[in-house]
């Protein structure tokens, strides 16, 4: 009968996430876990992120991209309104997330475009795995201490996947964290036995649901210490250390976060000295920043760039981003660049018929580290200050040509530098949306702006020879409005009885 079980629950998962590699192996009638390197297998194939080839915009790609709308849903792109580029059909996909509309999955005629569910099915599928490899790796066999370090080392990534997974559930689709009223304000329902259930889920509240993710991180972190990198795809214990300082640093819990920060740094510290950076791309998978990827790279393909393969581009980086640079900051050769009037996306290039192996939303390095530590000090204050100091100038004098070092900030000023020097540093790599939210629930340095997107559309015109803009909007969201967070997807709703969305309202315009 446990056989029977885990055949069932092995073929769910693999129809839910198209993991062909683990069951081609055996026939349909032998398919049962016989080894830990078996649930490795699914591991890899069926909970960490795939790394798809990129294919044109994101129109062509849909179910291969992972919550690609948190770098247009902020303030890092703006469509472009001049020269050919704006043509084409790549915005109309994400229309309702980047101007935060009420039905998020259709453009501006009220067309169904987008899966508004994708990311929940998908994230909901790699944790129902997770759950199963949790509840079966215990029995597989460890003669060899090889074979005990690598239990320990599937047990640690897949928890490590786990909470990660719901981390970005909660940021996506609950109330940003604040300390006064996480214990009330709802996130999403939270799954941990394998077992496939009849029942109808609640929401749990954004308290419980970081609960779990410390839990699951302090378990990856324990099974993790003192075991080898498999690769830079599979997650390790410095991958580990520097997702805990973020989520402390989400939590307001400033004094784990500099722990953890600091501790991710005593593993892997290295920065890219851009003063002296001769390659191609910033984001490569043998960069010494590089601690952590899965998931692919779309932006490219999706943003005006100096690929060799860039089509229209409907999206460029905002010049409200570009204006955030000095003019002796390197990243603005490497990272984002102007030109010709527009504002191209640099970190990575794509060339036609490759794979961009580094993500453009989970991408792990060492920078990060070096901000969450120095936010958290500089919130922190007093002695904390010099740690925030020391690693925001061991940062900048990394990126910025003849850095002078900074020795007098504190408090609100030094907390406002690390923050735009994590906008500078972090841009297109899916922290913005979370970092805005966050920011205006922080209890010691409250941060509120409100967003403005333009949106256009293009005709040809069959006279003139050219595309004419037949439609040009302007929409805002002021900070607290509802649409900070997305609404719960309407197949989770009905099939959840009862279970609350998360409100949100017809989104005005100005005809442009």
């Known amino acids: 009968m446990k056989k029977v079980y885990i055949i069932i629950c092995i073929a769910f998962a693999w129809l839910c996430s198209s993991c062909g590699n683990f069951l081609t192996e055996y026939s349909q009638d032998q398919a049962y876990v016989r080894t830990y ?3 490795d297998e699914l591991l890899a194939g069926s909970v960490y992120m795939k790394c798809y080839p990129v294919s ?3 129109g062509y790609s849909i179910e291969q991209t992972f919550y690609p709308y948190v770098h247009f849903m902020a303030d890092e792109t703006q469509v472009c309104l001049t020269g050919s ?3 084409g059909t790549g915005s109309e996909y994400l229309f309702g997330y980047y101007t935060w509309q009420q039905d998020v999955e259709k453009d501006h005629e009220g067309s169904d475009m987008w899966p508004e569910d994708q990311d929940w099915r998908n994230l909901y599928n790699y944790i ?11 029995e597989q066999e460890a003669i060899t201490e090889a074979d005990v370090q690598n239990v320990q080392r599937i047990k640690g990534e897949t928890h490590f996947l786990r909470g990660a997974y719901y981390f970005i559930l909660a940021n996506l689709y609950g109330e940003p964290y604040s300390p006064v009223t996480a214990s009330t304000d709802l996130a999403v329902p939270l799954k941990l036995s394998e077992f496939i259930e009849d029942r109808i889920y609640e929401r749990a509240t954004v308290a419980e649901v970081y609960r779990q993710v410390l839990a699951d991180l302090q378990a990856a972190e324990g099974y993790l210490k003192g075991i080898p990198r498999k690769s830079v795809f599979r997650a390790d214990h410095a991958a580990v250390c520097l997702l805990l300082s973020r989520v402390y640093l ?4 400033y004094e784990e976060c500099v722990k953890w920060a600091k501790t991710c740094l005593e593993e892997q510290s290295t920065l890219v000295n851009l003063n002296t950076f001769t390659g191609t791309d910033f984001l490569t998978k043998d960069s010494p920043e590089l601690i952590f990827s899965m998931g692919s790279n779309h932006l490219p393909v999706n943003l005006v760039s100096s690929s060799s393969y860039s089509p229209a581009g409907e999206f460029m980086i905002s010049k409200d981003l570009y204006s955030c640079y000095r003019k002796e900051d390197l990243r603005t050769q490497f990272f984002i660049k102007s030109d010709g009037g527009f504002v191209t996306y640099e970190k990575i290039h794509y060339a036609y018929g490759t794979t961009l192996e580094v ?10 580290a070096y901000l969450n530590l120095a936010e958290a000090a500089a919130c922190l204050g007093g002695s904390y200050t010099t740690d925030a100091l020391e690693a925001y100038n061991t940062l900048r004098k990394n990126r910025i040509a ?3 070092e900074e020795s007098g900030l504190s408090g609100k000023a030094l907390v406002d530098s690390v923050r735009m020097e994590r906008r500078r ?3 297109m790599e899916g922290h913005r949306w979370f970092d805005l939210r966050r920011y205006m629930v922080n209890e010691a340095y409250p941060e509120e702006i409100t967003l403005t997107n333009e949106y256009a559309v293009w005709e040809y015109n069959y006279t003139s020879y050219e595309y004419v803009m037949t439609l040009h909007r302007r929409y805002t969201l002021p900070p607290h409005d509802e649409a900070w967070t997305l609404p719960i997807p309407a197949e989770e709703l009905d099939a959840n009885y009862g279970m609350p969305d998360n409100p949100r309202y017809p989104r005005e315009y100005v005809s442009l």
Do not use: H, K, P, W
């Not at 129902?128 to 215990?138: F, G, M, Q, R």
């Open 37 to 39: 390197t078996d649930l």
């Open 56 to 58: 044109y915009t994101y």
């Open 85 to 87: 580029s704006g043509v």
């Open 128 to 138: 129902n795995v997770a759950n199963l490899i949790l509840s079966l790796i215990d």
């Open 250 to 253: 989400y939590m307001q819990d």
């Open 359 to 368: 993500s453009d939303n989970f991408a792990f390095r060492t920078a990060e």
């Open 402 to 404: 003849g850095y002078q």
């Open 425 to 427: 540093e972090l841009c």
